[in-house]
């Protein structure tokens, strides 16, 4: 069975996931790109069994669009957001890919509020890369 772990970047709070994600997505919403300070979120999602948490996260409840709401867990130490659980699935927890900081992370298999996504994304592949000194 596949282990991950997901952490804030202090390291201070953390996750432990056992199997693999039950759903792996993309979200262009504007409440997204306000929590990650980027353009979309991606999320991978456990049950919450599969999940250990350890550290102290300071928590905010947020309503999103569709008007359901979900708490979300940052760290209050470096104020990383790691994990989100929302009310209307409390069986499920929602890890911030980039957490995990993997690049052989899984890719999403779903995109959502695509109507509030940023044209330029559909052409990231084609930017060329740069490595700074």
Known sequence: MTTRRA??????????CEGEPVRLSMCHCLECQRRTGSVFG??????????????EATRYRRT??????????????????????????PDR??????????????PPRVSVYDER?????????DLPMEHFA
């Not at 991606?42 to 550290?55: D, K, R, S």
């Not at 927890?93 to 899984?106: K, L």
């Open 7 to 16: 952490a804030c970047n202090c390291g201070q709070l953390h996750l432990t």
């Open 42 to 55: 991606v999320q991978a999602w456990f049950p919450l069994a599969q999940v250990t948490i350890a550290g």
């Open 64 to 89: 999103g669009d569709g008007g359901t709401t979900a708490v979300f867990h940052f760290c209050p130490q470096c104020g990383a957001t790691v994990y989100w659980q929302p009310e209307a699935l």
């Open 93 to 106: 927890v929602a890890v911030a890919v980039g957490a995990f900081a993997d690049p052989s992370f899984p």
């Open 117 to 125: 996504q940023h044209p330029w994304t559909e052409r990231i592949a």
